[in-house]
């Protein structure tokens, strides 16, 4: 797979991912959000924020 600074060297839809490409990309995000979700602090931690998690919606 070409990184993405290689297909923008070929104009803008070079960029723009392949169905397939965004496809591998969400899976991903998804299986570190809940990697993520499941990590567990000791004190003094109290409160821990997961972004993938609380802007999925937007972020998928």
Not at 17 to 22: F, V
Not at 26 to 52: G, K, M, Q, T, W
Request: charge should be neutral; aromatic fraction near 14%.
């Amino acid at each position: 797979m070409q990184t993405l600074a290689k297909r923008w060297c070929w104009g803008y839809n070079a960029v723009v991912p392949k169905r397939a490409e965004a496809t591998q990309l969400i899976a991903a995000a998804a299986e570190l959000r809940d990697a993520v979700n499941r990590l567990s602090f000791l004190p003094p931690v109290e409160f821990v924020y997961n972004p993938l998690d609380y802007a999925w919606a937007a972020h998928e």
